[in-house]
Nanobody
Framework: QVQLVESGGGWVQAGGSLRLSCAASGRTFSSYLMGWFRQAPGKEREFVAGISWSGGSTYATDSVKGRFTISRDNAKNTVYLQMNSLKPEDTAVYYC????????????????WGQGTQVTVSS
């Protein structure tokens, strides 16, 4: 069992930056692939970024490449999402998720989810 708690969301003007954190409970954090998803009002939850067990491989959806960076610190049981050059269309609730294996891109592959943190970007 893994419990995930996101933090770092908030309000920011377009062009600004935020850093999301996701703290995981348990001793086996390094055995989980991690992902960030987001869900805007009236839209389906979408993949944002994923990271491998060691952090050596990362993946991101095209709309955030070059602006968002996912990273993890296994010693701190934490995964991060650094978000730069934010746009109003990035406004959403952001969720972190953990899985033991599978495709990063599909929400139903993940076993555990956090409660989400709101990110609002104003123009």
């Amino acid at each position: 069992q893994v419990q995930l708690v996101e933090s770092g969301g908030g309000w920011v003007q377009a062009g600004g930056s935020l850093r999301l954190s996701c703290a995981a409970s348990g001793r086996t954090f390094s055995s989980y692939l991690m992902g960030w998803f987001r869900q805007a009002p009236g839209k389906e939850r979408e993949f944002v970024a994923g990271i491998s067990w060691s952090g050596g491989s990362t993946y991101a959806t095209d709309s955030v490449k070059g602006r968002f960076t996912i990273s993890r610190d296994n010693a701190k049981n934490t995964v991060y999402l650094q978000m730069n050059s934010l746009k109003p269309e990035d406004t959403a609730v952001y969720y972190c998720a953990a899985m033991t294996g599978g495709s990063y891109y599909y929400a139903n592959e993940y076993d555990y989810w956090g409660q989400g943190t709101q990110v609002t970007v104003s123009s």
